[in-house]
């Protein structure tokens, strides 16, 4: 296993478009994480998943926000009529739950510019 | 909500030690951590350190956590070039459902 893997890697898009990240964990991990990073700030959370369940989500996601992870593997983040504020690196990470210590192992993340 | 602050740049030396620090605000927390971000890279974990400790050794990495001041720092002895990063703290606990608490990340700049 090569650790987790994001695509794609970067993305441009035009303002009010949508658009889909895609995060493969490692494959026994249970625990999968969205964050959003921005230049000169730490990771902020966005969702997390414990296998196929979403079990929370932060309370700054908007509705234009949906991820998903149906089979309890890969997961899909989608935004909605995208907007400039959107820009930003988005991570993934995942995790065993049963490590009590819970290290999260991260992506290269995929970087959004939206015009 | 719980806070986590760092400064956002250090400078040192090459060879010399470095010491980051770091301070937060969540009473309750049970892990706290080190990660590094290098450029085009993901984080990574660099250590550990659970509450009931108050301190880590793990080769030229020291953690020291005071808990009374809400104080944890990450020594890293013979500073090299390859330790150029940023280096981010964070936290985590039963109260914030053990999601990760992160500061803002320190730049380690090493001056040849």
């Known amino acids: 296993d090569t650790g987790v893997s994001q695509n794609p890697r970067h993305k441009i898009t035009k303002r009010g478009q949508n658009v889909t990240f895609r995060c493969d964990p490692i494959s026994e991990h249970n625990r999968l994480y969205w964050y959003r990073q921005t230049l000169g700030q730490g990771p902020e959370f966005l969702t997390y998943?414990?296998?196929?369940?979403?079990?929370?989500k932060s309370r700054l996601l908007s509705d234009r926000f949906s991820a998903e992870r149906p089979k309890g593997s890969f997961s899909t983040l989608e935004i909605q009529r995208t907007e400039q504020g959107d820009s930003a690196m988005y991570l993934c990470?995942?995790?065993?739950?049963?490590?009590?210590?819970?290290?999260?192992?991260f992506g290269p993340g995929t970087r959004l510019t939206v015009l | 909500g719980e806070d986590v602050e760092q400064s956002l740049f250090l400078s040192v030396r090459e060879g010399d030690s470095s010491v980051i620090n770091c301070t937060y605000t969540?009473?309750?927390?049970?892990?706290l951590y080190w990660y590094k971000q290098e450029p085009g890279a993901g984080l990574q974990l660099l250590t550990y350190?659970?509450?009931n400790m108050d301190m880590k050794q793990d080769q030229r990495l020291t953690v020291l956590l005071n808990k009374k001041d809400k104080h944890l720092s990450l020594r890293i002895a013979d500073t090299q070039t390859g330790d150029s990063a940023i280096y981010f703290c964070?936290?985590?606990?039963?109260?914030?459902?053990?999601?990760?608490?992160w500061g803002a990340g320190t730049k380690l700049i090493i001056k040849p």
């Open positions: 998943f414990q296998n196929e369940a979403q079990l929370e």
């Open positions: 964070a936290e985590t606990s039963m109260d914030s459902n053990y999601q990760l608490i």
């Open positions: 969540d009473s309750s927390s049970t892990y």
């Open positions: 350190i659970f509450s």
């Open positions: 990470a995942s995790s065993l739950a049963a490590l009590s210590y819970n290290e999260q192992f």
